[in-house]
């Protein structure tokens, strides 16, 4: 392969020099440029911020003067709808006032019906009322059903003078006037309550006389006065509740056809609510309010005068009123948001465009009809089982209300929409107007309500006669208006600015169009010449350079000559200085640096020596093979392991390890694999073929490293494992033998324990026998000699302690058999799901004869969170038992608690003890085969020393723990677990169930 040729000094030289003068030029005019196009950026910027600037000066202004004409026209709207509120308000009260004169006017009045009546006929006020409307094609609007068309005359002004801001407004709508009397009925009632005189002016009222002391025979079922007219002195003045029956409403806003629709519900707008523009043909509320004062003759009362005011024209006072320039209206409309309504002095409604909002009566109940409540009040009031009037006792009023909260949807789908204010929780207003008139004052605020931004005014009712002697008197007018009605004509100037702002900016962005032009062509000239001159240059500068190149460059090709001599193996080649210039003292230092080099290789050389000897002559295997088996060296104790006489002749005959050498192929990838994973193995073991025919067991340990040809290879040791593998497996047999003695050794307990529990059982029977036959004879009513009496009772005594012992000694059998089969896998096992509760409960009643015949406490403390857990019940009845038992042998006074708790993924089962005790020394054997607490010698057993290593066996089969705790004052702890997710060993096939 042909060698490039590199690059000569002389041509680095004139590239360097290049770098360093032309560079700096072409730097020079780049920067040149950069400046005039920066200062051509920078102009432009600056037209375009000034023009932006311009724009935002001009909008700043325009929404200045905006915001301020609607601040200013906003304040001067809620000032005058704050004086609409109150002078309503002080109307109210006048008129109430007039009423206070009328009913101290009716009780100097004779009582009778002829005075009545024409007090009565003298008594009228006008009412506004509108014509019929009607449902429009659509089904969606009501609109009047003679419509007609503004047949008003445009006014102007006639004189010069007078035409600047001459303003003329078309006379008021004035409806259906007509007038209606003041009060529904006058009675004269009589101590005893029986209405005497009685004269109504309306269908409303029956003209029957009744006795009022009994409520139902009043208005609606609702009035309760004549408790409060005995109250009354003379000159005083009684004044109810708003009274009127509650009307309800399947729809909030318009009544229509499409609404129906949408509800599901039957189209019978006129048996739901007035609801003004929203349903004009609905039932309209009608209520009174009643005023009563005594009837003196001779300085004694012989009755009460009362009067009963028409409640529609105190509803007069609000339902007309719009707070924009319409000012008046025939027919409210509620769903503009503009109109006013009024609350009693308990905050409920009495007045409103929309009459279902107005609170009322059950006329058959005669009392309160549930208003509307927030969700969550409603449903305190549903469970407290009170009747209205009863549960608004002692119900919380205002309850944090907050936008947020929602009406109840029941009281919604039931129509009952009344307001009172003290439960609407969903409604923030109502604290608000209450905060502004409890104290008699008034004012406004502005309030998100319905989607649009509200300002709703409040005032106090200066009325206080009676009832309504408080701060706030009658109750509080309030007007609601849509605050956008405030400033129309200044969000239409803020229009006209606005446009008049955007033809000055598409001006503006002309001028600035031009002005880009004719800077672009100034900086494309400026930039043609900069580029003309700096190439001129350019060239120049190089013709330089190369003259200076070539004369710098000749020395350094003599050098180099030099140099190439020491490279083709003339070690002992040294340059000729000539000079003590520069290169003059490179080649001294070139020469030094040769005596060095020379120095070095011969020290690599002997290096090499030495690490080849180390390889051909260590006892270990040495190797290093390619990635695909391929053996590339390997020392003489390698090819010695496999049988080969040298590792030439095994480089020789082996082409790939994985295929000739290794019994299984496979091993070969895998080792390779665990490399590739991990980067080094250790103490891989594999079978491998040797020449004399009989396989060998290595150990490697290897590791990749990377040759100088870039590839990867398996580099590594092996050592001939194959004599310690025997010895393993002969350690191995070994062990399976001693398991098969200690199998045959519990064969054989078995067999014992079985065999010698047949001739006892027998044994047991006949000497239970032979003591019943004796015990018979003793208490017998036959006379026995003393010396016969005295054998008998020795017979008896006897055959007592061959029965003890013979029971012992049965249970010793029963022990070991159950033990022998623990040990030999053979015991038979029920796992089914078990409550630790059962299995404790079975166990105490399984010992307690046990403790009651010493005299022991046996308590359970059983945990009540206790779960199900896996396991053989009757194997765990048995541990506890055994456990109960043994407290209860070594426990002469105190008591026994068996306790059972949840501990982290255990249930815990503890039997606590005031009993003698575990020595120290003592504990690591109790649970050994045939150990027992004492010396058996001096001390008589009180067990077979089996049952603890039994309870051991059977807890471990459960995959617990069975242990001893100490305590510190006196007796034992024993204690065992059982996981909560048990895994149960299986002894014959060694696989967990």
């Not at 006037?177 to 004269?188: I, S, W």
């Not at 702002?501 to 400026?526: P, W």
């Not at 001129?536 to 003599?558: E, P, Q, R």
């Not at 020290?603 to 390619?626: D, H, M, P, V």
Request: glycine share 6%; with cysteine.
């Amino acid at each position: 392969m042909k060698r490039k040729r590199p690059l000569g000094i002389r041509f680095k030289l004139i590239t360097i020099f290049i770098f360093i003068k032309v560079l700096p030029l072409i730097a020079l005019a780049w920067v040149a440029w950069s400046g005039i196009s920066v200062l051509g950026e920078s102009v432009q910027e600056k037209i375009a911020k000034l023009s932006g600037d311009t724009k935002n000066v001009i909008g700043d202004v325009s929404d200045l003067a905006v915001d301020s004409s609607i601040r200013s026209l906003d304040l001067k709207s809620r000032e005058g709808i704050e004086r609409l509120t109150t002078d309503t308000a002080q109307a109210v009260a006048l008129f109430l006032y007039s009423r206070d004169d009328d009913i101290r006017l009716a009780s100097t009045m004779e009582p009778s019906s002829q005075n009545y009546r024409n007090f009565l006929d003298s008594m009228k006020r006008d009412v506004v009322d509108h014509g019929p409307w009607v449902l429009n094609e659509a089904g969606d609007a009501w609109h009047p059903a003679d419509a007609g068309g503004d047949d008003s005359v445009a006014v102007v002004a006639k004189n010069a003078d007078n035409a600047k801001d001459f303003h003329y407004r078309r006379p008021e709508s004035p409806g259906i006037r007509h007038a209606k009397p003041l009060y529904l009925e006058m009675t004269f009632i009589d101590l005893e309550g029986n209405e005497r005189i009685k004269i109504t002016t309306s269908s409303l009222l029956s003209d029957e006389k009744k006795n009022v002391v009994d409520p139902t025979n009043t208005y609606c079922k609702a009035e309760r006065y004549y408790p409060e007219l005995k109250k009354l002195s003379q000159g005083d003045i009684y004044v109810s509740e708003v009274i009127g029956p509650y009307l309800k409403s399947p729809i909030i806003g318009s009544y229509t056809e499409q609404r129906a629709l949408e509800k599901g519900i039957p189209f019978k707008p006129e048996d739901a609510a007035y609801a003004g523009k929203e349903n004009p043909v609905g039932k309209r509320f009608q209520g009174l309010i009643r005023w009563a004062s005594p009837v003196v003759r001779k300085n004694t009362i012989v009755g009460w005068v009362t009067l009963a005011l028409d409640h529609t024209h105190v509803m007069e006072f609000t339902d007309h009123i719009v707070p924009t320039d319409e000012r008046y209206s025939s027919i409210s409309d509620a769903g503009s948001g503009n109109y006013a309504f009024m609350w009693d002095y308990k905050d409920r409604n009495i007045s409103h465009p929309r009459d279902y909002f107005i609170t009322g009566y059950d006329p058959e109940t005669g009392r309160p009809a549930v208003p509307w409540m927030e969700d969550s009040i409603f449903k305190e009031y549903v469970n407290s089982g009170l009747s209205m009037a009863e549960w608004e006792e002692t119900a919380p009023i205002f309850q944090s209300q907050s936008l947020k909260k929602k009406p109840s949807a029941k009281l919604t789908k039931a129509g009952y929409l009344g307001l009172d204010c003290r439960y609407l929780n969903f409604a923030p207003q109502c604290e608000g107007w209450h905060t502004l008139t409890h104290n008699g004052g008034s004012g406004s605020f502005v309030i998100f309500w319905s989607g649009l931004w509200k300002l709703t005014t409040a005032a106090a009712i200066p009325y206080h006669t009676g009832i309504y002697d408080g701060p706030r008197g009658f109750g509080f007018v309030t007007i609601g208006a849509n605050v956008h009605e405030f400033h129309k004509a200044a969000t239409e100037t803020g229009k006209k600015i606005s446009s008049m702002a955007a033809d000055f900016e598409k001006t503006l962005e002309e001028q600035n169009i031009e002005t880009r032009e004719n800077l672009d062509q100034s900086l494309a000239k400026t930039t043609k010449e900069i580029t003309v001159s700096t190439a001129f240059m350019v060239f120049l500068v190089i013709l330089i350079a190369i003259w200076m190149a070539s004369t710098l460059t000749k020395k350094i090709t003599d050098m180099v000559k030099g140099i190439r001599s020491f490279q083709n193996g003339q070690l002992d080649y040294r340059l000729d200085i000539q000079s003590r210039d520069e290169l003059g003292e490179l080649a001294e230092t070139f020469n030094e640096m040769s005596d060095d080099m020379q120095k070095l290789i011969t020290n690599l050389r002997q290096a090499e020596e030495n690490y080849r000897s180390f390889f051909e002559n260590a006892t270990e295997g040495i190797f290093r093979t390619t990635a695909e088996g391929e053996l590339v060296h390997a020392n003489p104790a390698f090819a010695g392991l496999f049988g080969f006489s040298s590792s030439e002749e095994m480089i020789q005959k082996v082409s790939n390890v994985g295929e000739e050498l290794y019994v299984d192929p496979q091993r070969r990838k895998e080792l390779v694999k665990l490399l590739q994973e991990k980067g080094i193995v250790r103490n891989f073991e594999y079978l491998v073929k040797h020449t004399d025919g009989k396989p060998r067991v290595l150990q490697t340990s290897c590791y990749w490293i990377v040759g100088n040809d870039e590839e990867r290879y398996v580099e590594g040791i092996s050592v001939d494992i194959t004599e310690r593998k025997r010895a393993n497996e002969a350690l191995e047999e070994a062990k399976e033998k001693a398991e098969q003695l200690s199998s045959m050794k519990s064969n054989f307990l078995s067999m014992v324990s079985h065999e010698l529990r047949t001739p006892l059982t027998s044994i047991l029977g006949f000497t239970k026998l032979i003591r019943k036959n004796v015990d018979h004879l003793i208490h017998s009513e036959n006379t026995l000699v003393t010396n016969e009496y005295k054998r008998l009772h020795r017979i008896e005594k006897n055959s007592k302690v061959i029965i003890s012992e013979g029971d012992r000694l049965a249970e010793l059998i029963n022990n070991v058999l159950d033990l022998a089969k623990l040990e030999a896998g053979f015991f038979e096992w029920d796992f089914v799901p078990v409550s630790v509760r059962s299995v404790v409960e079975r166990s105490i009643a399984s010992t307690k004869v046990l403790f009651d015949s010493k005299g022991l406490e046996l308590e359970s403390d059983v945990a009540d969170d206790l779960p199900t857990i896996s396991g053989d019940q009757d194997r765990l009845v048995q541990v506890c038992i055994n456990l109960l038992s043994n407290a209860a042998k070594f426990t002469e006074s105190g008591s026994v608690i068996c306790q059972v708790r949840v501990e982290g993924l255990n249930v815990i089962v503890r039997v606590i003890d005031d009993g003698i005790g575990v020595p120290k020394d003592q504990v690591d054997v109790i649970f050994d085969k045939f150990k027992q607490l004492g010396n058996t010698l001096t001390d008589k057993p009180k067990g077979t020393g089996l049952g603890l290593p039994i309870c051991k066996e059977i807890v471990e089969h459960h995959s617990g723990k069975l242990w001893h705790e100490p305590r510190e004052d006196r007796g034992s702890v024993f204690a065992f677990s059982i996981p909560l997710n048990c895994a149960v060993l299986n002894e014959k096939d060694g696989t967990e169930s």
